[in-house]
């Protein structure tokens, strides 16, 4: 990678904490407390403590492999570590996965869209519409991507504050009895839970353009704490709320709630919260599209990044539109975050013992 394009798109480590916020905390937050009650009950506010500390073990993993390679993206050095062949198959791997996440973080927001607000507008109108402005976004740059999370976090912090006095209205008999789940449910609903903190991943392509690169650690792990505060908030609210039985047959939670809220001059807020919701999910959307994008042209030696980009969109909208309904939406979903865990926690583990085997061979 040049080193002059590196100092052009550099970004600072408060703008790395932004994108670690916005790139986990997206479509997840809607449907994770019916997802986490389901399985894990009145004790689901404990697997997302979990997972905030398995996730800080995958941010030091991830750190301790990409400082060997301050200037190189996983696609540069994967080859270095583990040979061509190998390195090729890795590096595809993880643009696949990107990019199939992208394509369904696009679908699962323009159905919530379609359904809640334009129930008449056929989706792969407003798909379009998503991908088109993804594109433009990523043909900007890493820059242009930390400066619209950096805006975006100040904007809609507000809104989320707003949600702080409902926190009066909740039943503590909804969590009663505690710590009743048994530990095998427990470690279920952690696994669901790591899903929505997936944001980490970002760093294996993001990790040469963070200006004080030995402070982005304590950075990510910063942003990794507001994701696991949010998710906390969240979950204890809307469960203490509804009760852990009506909450399994209400598919989008979070926004059902928001309809139990009457703010002065605003009125329901549901209504303007749901316009900021589709920032929160392009910025979810965003940082996968520039992953994949990006991947594909440190992979193929393009010139231009939106050249890759562009042979992507049909590829993500294909994918964004192949599931036939929501139940099948999130089956995939399930599925390539499981791939996603896979790849960031196994790379790390196989990279750093593959380097630690070669030292120690010479």
């Known amino acids: 990678m040049e ?80 040979g061509p062949y190998l390195g090729k198959i890795i590096s ?18 323009m159905t919530i869209l379609a359904s ?27 820059k242009a991507l930390a400066r619209l999370d950096e805006f975006l976090f100040f904007a809609l912090t507000p809104i989320f504050l707003v949600l ?25 609903a952690t696994y669901l839970t790591m899903y929505s903190f997936l944001a980490v991943d970002i760093m294996f392509i993001i990790f040469p353009f963070i200006k004080e690169q030995k402070k982005a650690l304590k950075s990510s792990l910063i942003g990794l704490l507001v994701v696991t505060l949010t998710y906390f908030f969240i979950t204890v609210l809307v469960i203490g709320f509804y009760g852990v039985e009506a909450i399994q047959y209400i598919t989008w939670p979070t926004l059902t709630i928001l309809k139990a809220l009457n703010v002065p001059f605003f009125g329901r807020l549901e209504f303007l919260f749901f316009f900021l919701w589709i920032a929160i999910a392009f910025t979810s959307f965003a940082p996968y599209f520039y992953i994949s ?15 890759s980009s562009f042979i ?13 309904n929501l139940l099948e939406i999130f089956s995939f979903m399930e599925i390539i975050a499981t791939m996603g865990l896979a790849l960031t926690f196994g790379i790390p583990l196989l990279f750093l013992t593959i380097i630690k085997i070669k030292k120690l061979a010479k």
């Open 92 to 109: 595809l791997s993880y643009i696949l996965y990107a990019t199939l996440v992208t394509g369904l973080i696009a679908r699962i927001s």
């Open 3 to 82: 080193l002059s394009k590196i100092k052009k798109e550099q970004i600072s480590n408060r703008q790395l904490i932004f994108i670690i916020i916005h790139n986990a905390v997206g479509t997840g937050f809607l449907s994770l407390p019916r997802s986490l009650a389901e399985v894990a009950q009145r004790d689901s506010w404990l697997p997302i403590i979990i997972s905030g500390m398995l996730w800080s073990i995958g941010f030091f993993l991830l750190y301790k492999l990409a400082i060997k390679f301050p200037n190189e993206t996983l696609i540069s050095y994967s080859d270095k570590v583990v």
């Open 293 to 307: 994008s990006y991947g594909l042209a440190d992979l193929f030696n393009f010139k231009h990044q939106n050249s």
């Open 116 to 142: 809640v607000k334009l129930p008449k507008t056929p989706i792969p109108i407003t798909l379009a519409l998503f991908l088109l402005t993804g594109f433009y976004l990523v043909s900007r740059g890493t």
């Open 312 to 324: 992507l969109l049909p590829i993500i909208a294909f994918i964004a539109l192949f599931p036939e």
């Open 164 to 188: 702080a006095p409902m926190a009066l209205n909740i039943n503590l008999i909804n969590f009663r009895p505690m710590f009743e789940c048994e530990p095998l449910k427990v470690i279920e």
